[in-house]
């Protein structure tokens, strides 16, 4: 079993290549190769059992999707993306990774031919739904970006399906929560609050909620990510049918059960270390996001959420904390 | 008024240019220039009051989109396409033209920049909808292309909706229905006995009815069609907001319709030329269209439908068969 992860020194990919090296396995089969690609270079997962090769490497060059995909890898994690916010801030190179990247990619493995036909694992968005959306959404919500990274997955789900209808991969795009608690410093992202708010509380660190505690949205721990990921990775796509792209289970929750959550685990000391501090912008934005799914194919496919918002609270504590936390209230 | 039409050679580019060239105006504005573009030279209108350059050209060609867009139209009519059956017999070739060459296009015009702003008409198609769907389509119904076709259309939509958004252009893409009556000669298109069996015995010849007269689907006029076209180049783009592609109205009918219309306008013998004849291979494809749409989107921003099939009937009589018609019954 030769897998390729493409975006292996991002935050997920990391975790990926973590967690394939320490299982081992993939689809019942003994992993023999990991490489892992992305524009700077990625780290080796300590412990592989297997051969590890850790690559620069810009997918939307030319000719590069065809030198990484030359090894006929079995199963394919496409996970490079240019950021939200980065691909707003700049068109060009937006369009350029996650469109020009993804079609390149597709494309190298399509030119193969000769039968090879890779699992390739996407990973897409919530993003590719914009408002004015239901409460609720559904498996059926129509795709209406309102950024031009949510424009860009859309289009890459959409020939993830075309490229597997047509027998040239095996296609799987997994619409990804958001990812909460992204571990890390804070960064600018608009969504940065809602791992902020738990993340610097549980390190003794002030955080600053810039939303109305009503605020809902959905979420999904890293570790369920990666669950996400391997699932797709080894589920049967003859129930897929035509339509390759799934949204995942994630947790619906608003931010004052967040924050009655990061009590349970750390205690009010912990809750006290958030401050209020309304901002316009970010309430502007955050009010154009999705708050729940109802994802009953992802769920009848057996993908797997975490089963509430403690759990993901604890999944930071235990993954990236070594389970050191403040003591939880007596 | 500077004008340009991409796919001028096409059936509808020379009816667009008729009509443009017997107009004179357009949003109230003379025509001042229409440069028509296609990969075989554009016939000129007959009779047009203004400057007329047909161009063979092809969008997809590198730096050729910058040469059409160079003396900046004031509206571009996107209609270039390679056609359903072709975009699947050939992958690249659809591709190419139409994915390729609508990025050529919007690209071209995003970097002459400096206020520049044209409103760009896209004919996109039905095609982005695949089954199973209702069996009457709503405005929310989701992007589900089950071919490379529908699939390159789908990603034009989404493309032409951001270059909107982030104010490069000002997009409005059109649904089109299944055109019927098509003037010409049968071609191979699985959807051809739709006009055929209008067509051919007006003519008074046979025509073969591949499917059975239950058998519903959704249809417009070519003169309907071109009424889209120049309703999407004047209409208010404010009031689309983010979601600027539509589905356009249409008839929907059943077969056993079409025929008792015929019938109604050009009598029994006209009729009696249609030779039943089932084929499962078309029988399957036709299966997985759409019956009937509910467009109040479109209907509600003013795009005005053919009032039903005995108009569509009497609008190829008019304007391919110059009026002359069996005479209906007595």
Known sequence: MRILVLGGAGMLGVKLAERLAHDGVLAGEEVSELLL???????????ARFGVEPVVADVAEEG??????????DVVFHLAAVVSGAAEADFESGYRTNLDGTRELLEAIRRIGRGYRPRVVFTSTIAVFGAPFPEV??????L??????????????LLLSDYSRRGFLDGVGIRLPTICVR???PNRAASGFFSSIIREPLNGEEAVLP????????HASPRSAVGF??????????ALGDRRCLTMPGVSVTVAEQIEALRRVAGDEAVRLIRREPDETTMRIVAGWPRAFD?????SLGFQADADFDEIVRVHVEDELDEKVLAPPG
């Open 64 to 73: 590069i999707a065809g030198e990484l995909v030359a090894s006929r890898p």
């Open 295 to 299: 994802p009953r194919r992802a769920l």
């Open 37 to 47: 690609a992305d524009v700077v270079e990625p780290s080796r997962p300590a412990a």
């Open 183 to 185: 571990p890390g410093k």
């Open 144 to 157: 209406t970006p309102l950024t031009s990274y949510g424009t860009q997955k859309a289009i890459a789900e």
């Open 211 to 218: 939303v109305p505690e009503e605020t809902r949205h959905w």
């Open 229 to 238: 990921m391997l699932h797709a990775a080894t589920l049967d796509t003859g």
């Open 137 to 142: 959404i559904g498996d059926d919500q129509c």
